[in-house]
């Protein structure tokens, strides 16, 4: 079974940093690509950043592009999101998100249960 | 960025009855190379992480009821839910996996009647 537990998330202030991280298990974690995937409460999905099996391909939303970094080890089966310059406009449920292909182009077939940023002062 | 508009924004059926939830894209999501659209389907219940329904604009993904049903191409898709059940009450997403950034619609809530 696809397990994807992400974890990290918290009240912050403003301008600081944040890492989430993803633990997956149940599958091959180095042959696909992951996602994050955010969602303030009660509204829509944004998606914020994607990263290829072997991270070769990295992609960013514009809003987060030069403050958020994707990163993953495959050796840990696991998924990261090193968050800096903190925003209010930044909180939200952050969700871990697998791809059905390596590369990410692709669809996401499984979702983590997500963890709660909350950028405040 | 590809713009993804769903119609309606809410939608209540009779249990029973046919659902159907229109998405369109601002421009073509299908890849003359493979001729794939890249456009899936999620399902989100209250309280609960999205859940994959439909990829690939009309495959259903493994375990999900064959009442639900995904068809377009290009920029004009539809998900249908064929006899709506208690549990299909959810909010609805497409996403164009496409291109970077990958865009969701606003969703589509549907309710029973």
């Known amino acids: 079974e696809v397990q994807l537990v992400e974890s990290g998330g918290g009240l912050v202030q403003p301008g600081r940093s944040l890492r989430l991280s993803c633990a997956a298990s149940?599958?091959?974690?180095?042959?696909?690509?992951m996602k994050w995937v955010r969602q303030v409460p009660g509204k829509g999905l944004e998606w914020v950043s994607g990263i290829s099996w072997n991270s070769d391909t990295i992609d960013y939303a514009d809003s987060v592009k030069g403050r958020f970094t994707v990163s993953r080890d495959n050796a840990r089966n696991s998924l990261y999101l090193q968050m800096n310059s903190l925003r209010a406009e930044d909180t939200a449920l952050y969700y871990c998100a697998k791809a059905g292909c390596g590369g990410t182009r692709c669809y996401i077939n499984y979702w983590g249960q997500g963890t709660l940023v909350t950028v405040s002062s | 960025d590809i713009v993804m508009t769903q119609s309606p924004d809410s939608l209540a059926v009779s249990l029973g009855e046919r659902a159907t939830i229109n998405c369109k894209s601002s421009?073509?999501?299908?890849?003359?190379?493979?001729?794939?659209?890249?456009l899936a389907w999620h399902q989100q219940k209250p309280g609960q992480p999205p859940k994959l329904l439909i990829y690939w604009a009309s495959t259903r993904e493994y375990g999900v009821p064959d009442r639900f049903s995904g068809s377009g191409s290009g920029t004009d898709f539809t998900l249908t839910i064929s006899s709506l059940q208690a549990e299909d009450v959810a909010v609805y997403y497409c996403?164009?996996?496409?291109?970077?950034?990958?865009?969701f619609g606003q969703g589509t809530k549907v309710e029973i009647k």
């Open positions: 996403q164009q996996y496409y291109s970077t950034p990958e865009t």
């Open positions: 421009q073509s999501v299908l890849y003359s190379s493979n001729d794939k659209n890249y």
């Open positions: 149940g599958f091959t974690f180095d042959d696909y690509a």
